[in-house]
């Protein structure tokens, strides 16, 4: 009876290896991103401050940032520097736009006299941009290239450097970006 028990602890302790082993080396935090690779989805939204239609469509032959973000969100505070930084440093490669991420106007309008805004921030009625795009949460930052290819996506607040090697990756535009 001694050896049942204990070959069964033995199977029991290397299927909990087998499974630990497996577990490391992945990010316990990271999604599937189904969109890498493909089109953007084209759509037209009100800019926050002057009510005009802006379409991404308008903007193909230009590398895109888009950043969901919310008043609301206190990692988009920290990152919204980096942007505005981004929008001044990388301007002239791609267009910088900021989509309003389930907040009222007000509120994103008095975020943005507090914080700054270089580039155009647009109204997301009932969310369904960031339905399309696939919006878990915010900030999401998405990188699409000048052929309207989504070439991948940032969770979480931006850092300088990573915004910078995006924009770099974005300017070559080839088909290996990472994600």
Not at 39 to 65: I, N, W, Y
Request: proline share 7%.
């Amino acid at each position: 009876m001694n050896w049942r028990v204990t070959i069964s602890f033995i199977i029991l302790c290397l299927g909990l290896l087998g499974v630990l082993y497996k577990g490391f080396g992945s990010d316990p935090h990271a999604v599937p991103f189904m969109l890498k690779g493909q089109p953007a989805t084209p759509f037209t939204l009100r800019a926050l401050d002057s009510g005009m239609r802006v379409s991404l469509q308008e903007l193909k032959g230009k590398p895109v940032v888009i950043n969901f973000w919310a008043s609301w969100c206190g990692p988009c505070k920290m990152e919204h520097p980096v942007l505005e930084w981004g929008s001044r440093e990388f301007g002239n490669q791609a267009q910088f736009m900021g989509i309003v991420f389930e907040d009222t106007e007000d509120n994103a309008r008095q975020f943005l006299s507090q914080m700054g805004a270089s580039f155009p921030q647009l109204v997301d009625p009932h969310s369904r941009v960031a339905v399309d795009y696939g919006v878990a949460g915010v900030p999401e930052t998405y990188f699409i290239d000048a052929q309207g290819i989504i070439r991948g996506k940032h969770v979480g607040p931006i850092d300088p450097q990573t915004l910078a090697n995006w924009m770099k990756e974005l300017s070559t535009s080839g088909p290996t970006a990472k994600q």
